[in-house]
Antibody
Framework: EVQLLESGGGLVQPGGSLRLSCAASGFTFSSYAMSWVRQAPGKGLEWVSAINNNGGSTYYADSVKGRFTISRDNSMDKLYLQMNSLRAEDTAVYYC?????????????WGQGTMVTVSS | SYDLTQPLSVSVALGQTARITCGGNNIGSKNVHWYQQRPGQAPVLVIYSGSNRPSGIPERFSGSNSGKTATLTISRAQAGDEADYYCQVWDSNTAFFGGGTKLTV
């Protein structure tokens, strides 16, 4: 079964750091680009970052550029999001998602999400 | 930045047809994807590249895209279709989502 499982969320103070992980299973992780998408409480979906299959290209939303870093370890089938200088507005459920050109680069598989709360 | 405009809410009677629109500049030239998100759950892809259904998605779900508007159509609406629906495109290596539409059945 194709599965993505996020972890690492929690409560952090403004200005703090957190590292999210996403463990992939059921597919050849190294063949696919991956992304992080977040959803603030009661709000819509917001794309955060993306990385190509070998980690050589990364992309960020303007709202997180310079503070967040996406990376991957294909030997471990894991995706990461290092979040620094966190702000209250970063509070959200963070989803990792796989996307593939076969499906027009849509996000065809999503994890269940991990909650990040930035508050003092 | 690329703005995608969706109605906040759409209502449909049980068994009838719901249409959810997504507007954007020259959206007809883009691959538009649609996601369903039930309360407390992760989004699920229901339509990709404008009109294609992933495996496992009922034929009741269909999509179209032309000009300035992409449309998700849900035929013979069921209670289980009640959810938030989001359109999404890529532009300059950035993914953009519409604000979401709450479908009430």
């Amino acid at each position: 079964e194709v599965q993505l499982l996020e972890s690492g969320g929690g409560l952090v103070q403004p200005g703090g750091s957190l590292r999210l992980s996403c463990a992939a299973s059921g597919f050849t992780f190294s063949s696919y680009a991956m992304s992080w998408v977040r959803q603030a409480p009661g709000k819509g979906l917001e794309w955060v970052s993306a990385i190509n299959n070998n980690g050589g290209s990364t992309y960020y939303a303007d709202s997180v550029k310079g503070r967040f870093t996406i990376s991957r370890d294909n030997s471990m089938d894991k995706l990461y999001l290092q979040m620094n200088s966190l702000r209250a507005e970063d509070t959200a459920v963070y989803y990792c998602a796989k996307y593939v050109n076969t499906y027009g680069y849509s996000f065809d598989i999503w994890g269940q999400g991990t909650m990040v709360t930035v508050s003092s | 930045s690329y703005d995608l405009t969706q109605p906040l809410s759409v209502s449909v009677a049980l068994g009838q047809t719901a249409r959810i629109t997504c507007g954007g500049n020259n959206i007809g030239s883009k691959n538009v994807h649609w996601y369903q998100q039930r309360p407390g759950q992760a989004p699920v892809l229901v339509i990709y590249s404008g009109s294609n259904r992933p495996s496992g998605i009922p034929e009741r779900f269909s999509g179209s895209n032309s000009g300035k508007t992409a449309t998700l159509t849900i035929s013979r609406a069921q209670a289980g279709d009640e959810a938030d629906y989001y359109c999404q495109v890529w532009d300059s290596n950035t993914a953009f989502f519409g604000g979401g539409t709450k479908l009430t059945v």
